[in-house]
């Protein structure tokens, strides 16, 4: 089955600066890479997927790149702000089903 | 648009006792999902439904797990007897057909669980 490894576990970034988790998958048959951002006590809430098809995406300040050949994928958050801080956790699939997620990457944003 | 519904919110009991959380996902939405997320961890996908039916339930600890979806809309999951280990947020998401491209996974908040 499918295995995604995520790093770092907890990354701390000043205000303004940028922020990259990074994500590596096993099933070169999986095509749907999504991100969660996880707040204290919430529940994950999609902020930003990609499909196998395209090698980047990008949202406001927010951005995955995919690389299909090396079997990773990125999220880029540029500009942080204190409300970014949360868990975030990458997962892959094939299509939308039976995401396998990572372990998680605890983002603090520093005043 | 409402959002997958979970309850209870918390629930506490003592080992080898039995527990049950009730999932109500978007409507129209055929594809429902259990996981499990143990504090720290990434969620862990228990079982998979479409309409009323199973599609995966490899992961789910059937001596002890069981759920269910009747008429493919609600969607029930219970531990029977519950260990320590299974001290967890359970989390419900539901999607509109799983397996599409165009398909994007919606969680509940989820049932947080403590067996003491």
């Known amino acids: 089955g499918e295995n995604v490894e995520q790093h770092p576990s907890t990354l701390s970034v000043q205000e303004g600066d940028s922020a990259v988790i990074k994500c590596t998958y096993s099933?070169?048959?999986?095509?749907?890479f999504p991100w969660y951002k996880q707040e204290l006590g919430k529940r994950p809430q999609l902020i930003i997927d990609?499909?196998?098809?395209?090698g980047e995406k990008k949202d406001q300040r927010i951005a995955v790149t995919l690389n299909k050949t090396a079997k990773h994928f990125s999220l880029h958050i540029t500009e942080t702000q204190p409300e970014d801080s949360a868990v975030y956790f990458c997962?892959?699939?094939?299509?939308?089903?039976?995401?396998?997620f990572g372990t998680g990457t605890r983002l603090t944003i520093i005043p | 648009e409402a959002g997958v519904a979970q309850s209870p919110r918390y629930k506490i009991i003592e080992k080898r006792q039995s527990v049950a959380f009730w999932c109500n996902p978007i409507?129209?939405?055929?594809?429902l999902y259990w996981y499990q997320q143990i504090l720290g961890q990434g969620p862990k996908l228990l079982i998979q439904?479409?309409?009323?039916?199973?599609?995966?339930d490899s992961q789910l600890p059937k001596d002890r797990f069981s759920a269910e979806r009747l008429k493919g809309v609600d969607s029930t999951l219970k531990i029977q007897p519950a260990k320590l280990e299974d001290s967890a947020v359970y989390l419900c998401?539901?999607?509109?057909?799983?397996?599409?491209?165009?398909?994007?996974?919606?969680f509940g908040s989820g049932t947080q669980l403590s067996v003491l």
């Open positions: 998401a539901s999607s509109l057909e799983g397996g599409t491209v165009r398909e994007k996974l919606f």
């Open positions: 099933d070169s048959a999986s095509n749907y």
């Open positions: 990609i499909r196998s098809n395209v």
């Open positions: 997962a892959a699939s094939i299509f939308a089903e039976k995401l396998t």
């Open positions: 409507s129209g939405h055929a594809t």
């Open positions: 439904f479409q309409n009323n039916g199973v599609v995966d």
